[in-house]
């Protein structure tokens, strides 16, 4: 079964007439996860008639606005929506302070239940398992405590000589949000079929990086080149660029198959 990743917004903290603020959707053995949650991510989610019956799991990266403002406008919307299901949110300990009081407000009776799962960006380990599906933090970073995603896929496969069971990696999806070159995730990430890395900027505006702890195009491209993966995706525009075709050149120059995120695109991987 493929992997597929659909962009709800690909743009960075200032939001544009072009790109909405960063969330995905991933599909991923028959189960779906939203990772980061920016504005209007579930005004995004019902124009791409995105069914949440199978959305159970939210990672979100950090906790700039730009990741994570969505989240109270999407879980109304599921409670308008009549969702019932228990909805699990991994991210930093302070979301969950942040969010209880905003949820008490508007959220007085709501009809599902919503468990927060604290994680240590700066740490990596495995934060979500189940049969099929496990998840791992990358550490990052940048500004405030960072982490990304690795996605793996994986099946229970028995060894038809000896009889024993073993665990078999399928697909493998990483996701690397705001974070300055970081060359040590790299082995982590090490072939993955799809890589998602931030490209704030291009390599005309480097000198921004280390003071935002972000990333250019070329950047990006290092790291795919250096960890072996398959595809690359780039995304989080800086606003300071209209024309997004010159990150996709910029990587391009270094790792040749990549792919430039759109606004409500999907990939399959």
Known sequence: ????ITILGCGSALPTFQNSPAGQILNLSDKA????????????????????????NIFISHLHGDHCFGLIG????????????PLHIYAHPDLEKLMRPLMEYHLQNMKYEVLFHAINPRKRETIFEDRTVSVETIPLKHKVPCCGFLFLEHHRRKNAETGEFYIETRKRYAYCSDTMYREQITEQIEGVDLLFHETTFTEKWADRCKP???????????????????????GHFS????????FLKEAQTVFLNTILAEEKMTLEF
Not at 1 to 4: H, Q, S
Not at 215 to 234: D, G
């Open 33 to 56: 996860f939203l990772i980061d949650c920016g504005e209007g991510t579930q005004l995004k989610m019902r124009q791409l008639g995105i069914k949440t019956a199978r959305l159970y």
């Open 74 to 85: 999407l879980l109304t919307t599921f409670d308008m929506m009549g969702r019932t299901q």
């Open 239 to 246: 606003s300071r660029e209209d024309d997004h075709s010159i």
């Open 212 to 234: 935002t702890m972000h990333s250019t195009a070329r950047q990006a491209a290092l790291i795919a080149q250096k960890a072996k993966v398959a595809k690359l995706l780039i």
């Open 1 to 4: 079964m493929e992997g597929k």
